[in-house]
């Protein structure tokens, strides 16, 4: 018995730790990205699927400089680039998203139109 719960406890030790490693990859990614432009964030929270994370940024103008996402169910998921978005405005990229059942991405892109109003 004493086994199990020592492994237990490390098995809650080692998952915090790499929580704690994945939230400071997500704070190093948003603190270069705001260094680029206007930033939005949405997520989507899944209990037993995988989750999502948005990052969009944009320009003054309106025009999507950069954008990223990270998908997935345990801690092991790191952000990617989302390459067919770059260089779209904002009302492109709001077009496009009516066909498209992303929360997240409609969450990061009504953060950015609030933010350039």
């Known amino acids: 018995?004493?086994?199990?719960?020592?492994?237990?406890?490390?098995?809650?030790v080692i998952q915090s730790l790499m929580a704690y490693l994945q939230m400071a990859h997500?704070?190093?990614?948003v603190r270069e990205l705001r260094a680029k432009g206007i930033v939005g964030i949405g997520a989507k929270k899944?209990?037993?699927m995988a989750g999502n994370i948005v990052i969009?940024?944009?320009?003054?103008?309106?025009d999507i400089v950069e954008?990223?996402?990270?998908?997935?169910?345990?801690?092991?998921a790191r952000f990617k680039k989302i390459e067919n978005i770059?260089?779209?405005s904002l009302h492109e990229?709001?077009?496009q998203t009516l066909n498209e059942k992303d929360p997240a991405l409609v969450d990061a892109l009504n953060q950015l139109?609030?933010?350039?109003?």
């Open 86 to 88: 770059r260089g779209l």
């Open 56 to 62: 969009l940024v944009s320009d003054q103008s309106g």
């Open 93 to 95: 990229l709001r077009k």
């Open 113 to 117: 139109e609030a933010q350039l109003i």
């Open 46 to 48: 899944r209990k037993l």
């Open 67 to 76: 954008a990223w996402t990270m998908r997935g169910v345990s801690v092991f």
């Open 26 to 29: 997500f704070k190093k990614i």
């Open 1 to 12: 018995m004493e086994s199990f719960l020592l492994a237990l406890f490390a098995a809650y």
